[in-house]
């Protein structure tokens, strides 16, 4: 079994920045892609940014140029460095991980943490 454990949300004025952190931990072989998505009230879970493990990213349009994506293999650990936030980007950031146990892989989720952007 495999944790994933999100960190770093909380409350900023627009324009500000916040550092997401996913930390996962268990019966982990290797880490393949990772990826942050969100979800706003009311509204359905969307993608926000996903990391290869040899370091390739691809960003949702609407954080392109504002946020960046990362990761620590070492640490088993992905970041997001979310800046310029804006009122819209509030949601409940969701870690995503592709886990190898062993011979088989399975996807992950964290548990969330709450960002709220006021204007």
């Known amino acids: 079994q495999v944790r994933l454990v999100e960190s770093g949300g909380g409350l900023v004025q627009a324009g500000g920045s916040l550092r997401l952190s996913c930390a996962a931990s268990?019966?982990?072989?290797?880490?393949?892609?990772m990826g942050w998505y969100r979800q706003a009230p009311g509204k359905q879970r969307d993608f926000v940014a996903h990391?290869?493990?040899?370091?390739?990213?691809n960003y949702a349009d609407s954080v392109k140029g504002r946020f960046t994506i990362s990761r620590d293999n070492a640490k088993n650990t992905v970041y997001l460095q979310m800046n310029s936030l804006k009122p819209e980007d509030t949601a409940v950031y969701y870690c995503?991980?592709?886990?190898?146990?062993?011979?088989?892989?399975?996807?992950?989720w964290g548990q969330g943490t709450q960002v709220t952007v006021s204007s």
């Open positions: 995503n991980a592709d886990v190898r146990e062993g011979l088989l892989s399975s996807n992950y």
């Open positions: 268990g019966n982990i072989f290797v880490i393949n892609a």
């Open positions: 990391i290869t493990r040899s370091g390739s990213t």
